[in-house]
């Protein structure tokens, strides 16, 4: 005879006291992290209508003529050079060498970092806002935190800037729990929050940055209203032929981004090789004009906006100018983060995963465009950005079918084991692709 398996009971939760403290700095948090989000967004919107529309309308320029987009885009990397030159804290650290959470900026460096952003998002250079608003929020975070309790550990306030971001960015808090799960199961187990106690459980833990991110996600909803749902036809439930074109579009997606991740770089040693960094986004800037003219319109900006044009009138391209379409955004985002440009990749990849997929229904039209984007976007995101979790649920909220979800995480599979190991579109010190 055995003896009986003794119970395992979960540890218990941090007292209350331990939590308590937390609940109104991440409300602060993640309000003042939407908030920033906002302002640094509507100035580039701004700036982006007076460079777009009023300027070659008042000079009786076309507006998407390719003498414009070389102009404006030449003219954008002339000054976020002058930015990453002369402004101090030089717009913070080399962009291929940063990740979306990251350890603080100095508060110092937040303006210049803030201010290219903002130029490179009315400019159109292909690049999203996320990796420098999530900085700059942490920053801000890890100061007022280092102020209102100075014995705290610092990964509690890089927690909440960064959750209180991808909750404003996308507009609920989802996203934001999924990034700190995917970082904490990876770092080393926590101290009791209360001498005499156990290590805090998983949901402990998330307790505070949860409260940041929906915080951050409430506010973004109430005031800015951001959707990234597409108008795709609805999708019910999976059949045999959509598993098989699942488990085909992510993996090609997986394979068409890794191109662009091998080839990162030489793409950004290229660029470095010049002496300054007026000249190296100088550069960048006219290669991104020559890609805008050989992509169209479209393929400019963050891409949020016009994965929703593209899917709005998705007929009127062909199979060949939609895989233009994905390749040229790839491209972009190589040569804007390459040469110095400030931003986020994720958002400029979506719209290659979207392309991507509409050039998959355009050649098959058998195929479910639901199944084709989704699935499309999650393969060049696991390869970009190397994160399971955000590509998964990034692919699910373009449409929002509960029928597409088992289909997604299996095609998750194939893709994850062909980009698993690989080099990551990220850089370290000496230039290397980071594994």
Request: glycine content about 12%; charged content about 10%.
């Amino acid at each position: 005879m055995t003896a009986p398996a003794p119970s395992v009971t979960p540890p218990p939760a941090s007292p209350a006291r331990a939590l308590l403290p937390f609940v109104l700095p991440a409300l602060v948090i993640g309000v003042g992290s939407s908030l920033l989000l906002i302002g640094v967004s509507e100035a580039a919107d701004l700036l982006k209508n007076v460079l777009w529309q009023t300027l070659p309308d008042a000079i009786g320029v076309g507006r998407w003529s390719v003498a414009w987009m070389l102009a404006v885009l030449t003219a954008t990397g002339v000054a976020v050079g002058l930015v990453v030159w002369k402004v101090y804290g030089h717009a913070g650290p080399d962009p291929a060498t940063t990740g979306l959470v990251d350890a603080p900026l100095p508060p110092g460096v937040v303006p210049g970092l803030l201010l290219a952003t903002a130029l490179a998002l009315a400019g159109g250079v292909s690049l999203g806002p996320e990796n420098p608003i999530t900085a700059a929020n942490i920053a801000l975070a890890y100061w007022l935190g280092r102020r209102l309790s100075p014995g705290s550990p610092a990964t509690v306030w890089v927690a909440l800037g960064a959750a209180g971001t991808v909750g404003a960015l996308f507009g609920t808090p989802i996203a934001a729990v999924l990034i700190l799960t995917e970082s904490m199961v990876s770092a080393p187990r926590p101290v009791p929050a209360v001498p005499g106690g156990r290590a805090p459980t998983l949901w402990d833990q998330l307790f505070a940055p949860l409260i940041a991110a929906g915080a951050g996600g409430l506010t973004s909803s109430l005031l800015a209203a951001p959707a990234f749902g597409l108008p795709l036809p609805p999708f019910s439930h999976p059949r045999w032929p959509d598993l098989v074109a699942a488990l085909v579009i992510a993996t090609a997606g997986a394979a068409v981004a890794l191109v662009a991740v091998y080839a990162f770089p030489y793409v950004h040693r290229f660029f470095h090789l010049l002496p300054h960094p007026v000249l190296a986004l100088s550069l960048g800037g006219v290669v991104l004009g020559l890609l805008g003219a050989l992509g169209g319109r479209l393929t400019l900006f963050k891409g949020l906006e016009e994965i929703g044009e593209l899917a709005s009138d998705v007929a009127a391209y062909s199979a060949g100018s939609l895989a233009l379409m994905c390749v040229v955004k790839l491209a972009a985002v190589l040569v804007a983060c390459g040469s110095g440009f400030r931003g986020g990749r994720i958002f400029p990849s979506v719209f290659a995963g979207v392309a991507l997929g509409f050039t998959a229904t355009a050649l098959v039209p058998s195929v479910h465009p639901a199944v084709a984007v989704t699935c499309g976007v999650l393969g060049v995101l696991l390869a970009v950005t190397r994160q399971g979790w955000v590509s998964l649920f990034t692919a699910a909220i373009l449409a929002p079918d509960p029928g597409l979800l088992p289909l997604l995480c299996v095609a998750l599979l194939p893709a994850w084991l062909l980009v698993s190991g690989r080099p990551q579109m990220q850089l370290d010190g000496t230039g290397a692709p980071l594994r």
